[in-house]
């Protein structure tokens, strides 16, 4: 979510020569863009960007714009405004911080449990309104719950570009669904990367590590769900192969804990690879992921098709899912 504000003001007065006639002031105009994650995690942080751009001519702004007393909440500043100082900007200056204001809004005085009502206290103002998330206790059992269950839970990836945040479909695959719950629950992806990304077809990460195993794995639960972009889907061995004990797994039942955004329609995959969810907000995310690559990629190498730069997930968390989703049963 990205707002911009403008708010206009006098310049300094410049004088003619030979005229000794005063000019109109050349006015100076400020305008503040602010980018927000598109949900706050309850106790998590929350990494805003504050642009600010002065036009026309040099103008001045508080110092405490480019700290979290530049928004309120509940009429409340997140922040000191005690600093009288101000900030010099030259005509056509532009400026831009990142503020983690999570800490700040662990401590502020919510009026809603559901949203998160941000003021910006620059310019002319602007609230800004996100969906409030919260992480689930500890001691629950997703592998034992049944699908309705299931239902209430939806899953945040905390990516390197933004929140992403998921749906799951129990309805049509359970055992999926349980398994992905599980290991989120579980810690399994935090830290882990976008390992593998191909532009026009999918981001792919939740790779095992010698360290911590991929627990289980799953029998296909092929589906009437499209792959189109969002669609979350468990990716699989392309051939048949053996467990521990030397047991026979077939291709079609070897999906564990690799997972992949879809980044485009793929009929292909339709009733071939197991759908179990759908990004609800994120996506930005995923393109970000996907321009990571653009640069070497080569559609016929595999090696390009890993980032250059390690695209990690810092942390999966699993929320309880607010009321009032968008349908996504025509997916």
Known sequence: MSTTYVVSGLGSLALAAGAFCIQEPEAAEVSYALSVPEVYIEGESFEVELSIQAAGAATEV??????????????????SRRVRANLTLAAEQRITTSLNIGPALATAKLADDSELVLNLNLGEGQEVRVPILRGVPEGLDFMSMSAEQLSGYQVVLLTLHGPLRAEM??????????NFL?????????????????????????SARPERPAPRTLKNEFNAKRHVPGVLSMARFGVDSKDKNGQTIPAFDSASSEFFVMHAVYPSLDGKYTG??????????VEAVVDS???????????????PTRQIIRRAIVVTAPEGNPDNSDL
């Open 62 to 79: 508080p110092a405490w714009a480019l700290s979290p007393a530049a928004f309120s909440v509940g009429g409340k500043a997140l922040g």
């Open 169 to 178: 479909w129990p309805d049509v695959a359970p055992n999926h669904v349980r």
């Open 182 to 206: 599980d290991l989120v629950y579980t810690g399994f992806y935090d830290d882990n990367q976008f390992h593998r990304v191909v532009p026009g077809f999918m981001v792919q990460a939740g």
């Open 276 to 285: 179990f969810g759908q990004v609800l907000t994120g996506m930005p995310a």
């Open 293 to 307: 690559v653009k640069a070497g990629f080569n559609p016929r190498n595999p090696a390009t098709h890993r980032p």
